[in-house]
Antibody
Framework: QVQLVQSGAEVKKPGASVKVSCKAS????????INWVRQATGQGLEWMGWMNPNSDNTGYAQKFQGRVTMTRNTSISTAYMELSSLRSEDTAVYYC????????WGQGTLVTVSS | DIQMTQSPSSLSASVGDRVTITCRAS??????LAWFQQKPGKAPKSLIY???SLQSGVPSKFSGSGSGTDFTLTISSLQPEDFATYYCQQYNTYPFTFGPGTKVDIK
């Protein structure tokens, strides 16, 4: 069965960077885009961007341009999302999701930004 | 960016009720509309894609309709496991955008 398994919770100081991983299994990793979505506590879902694991093409929401980088390692079927210059407002659960229709989701990674 | 709105923002319903949630896009998105269910502390779960196509394994009590700018999600007979927050999302145009969510709780 398809699984997206994300890395564990992170605590970061303001100004630092965080890199979240998303390991895919159960399907051909290069056949589906990976999207990243975040959700602050008690808030709605916010799309951050996408990556095509085959071409390595990416697209980011303007809000995150210059601060987010999405990459992948096809040899281990893993996608990464790195967010830099963290601020308290970036405290949220970060999710990866498969495909343009977000068919499958990772379990989420809590990133806490606190001094 | 395409703005997505949902109504109502919350509703209280009883087991067995038929529930309808509306989603509106600020501009036409053809049928590139998905619905998700999210329970507290869990990742969203895909219910419907392409406005009306049921994801594999999703019970047929869920149905979606609409095209262009107006869409609906209907739950034909609400069960205890259906109490959750529901989000619509457009994937016609980048940036993809989500509606603010509709929380369905027990009356």
């Amino acid at each position: 069965q398809v699984q997206l398994v994300q890395s564990g919770a992170e605590v970061k100081k303001p100004g630092a960077s965080v890199k979240v991983s998303c390991k895919a299994s159960g399907y051909t990793f290069t056949s589906y885009d990976i999207n990243w979505v975040r959700q602050a506590t008690g808030q709605g879902l916010e799309w951050m961007g996408w990556m095509n694991p085959n071409s390595d093409n990416t697209g980011y929401a303007q809000k995150f341009q210059g601060r987010v980088t999405m990459t992948r390692n096809t040899s281990i079927s893993t996608a990464y999302m790195e967010l830099s210059s963290l601020r308290s407002e970036d405290t949220a659960v970060y999710y990866c999701a498969r495909g343009e229709d977000f068919l499958d989701w990772g379990q989420g990674t809590l990133v806490t930004v606190s001094s | 960016d395409i703005q997505m709105t949902q109504s109502p923002s919350s509703l209280s319903a009883s087991v067995g009720d038929r529930v309808t949630i509306t989603c509106r896009a600020s501009q036409g998105i053809s049928n590139y509309l998905a619905w998700f269910q999210q329970k507290p502390g869990k990742a969203p779960k895909s219910l419907i894609y392409a406005a009306s196509s049921l994801q594999s394994g999703v019970p047929s009590k869920f149905s979606g309709s609409g095209s262009g700018t107006d869409f609906t999600l209907t739950i034909s007979s609400l069960q205890p496991e259906d109490f959750a927050t529901y989000y619509c999302q457009q994937y016609n145009t980048y940036p993809f955008t989500f509606g603010p969510g509709t929380k369905v709780d027990i009356k």
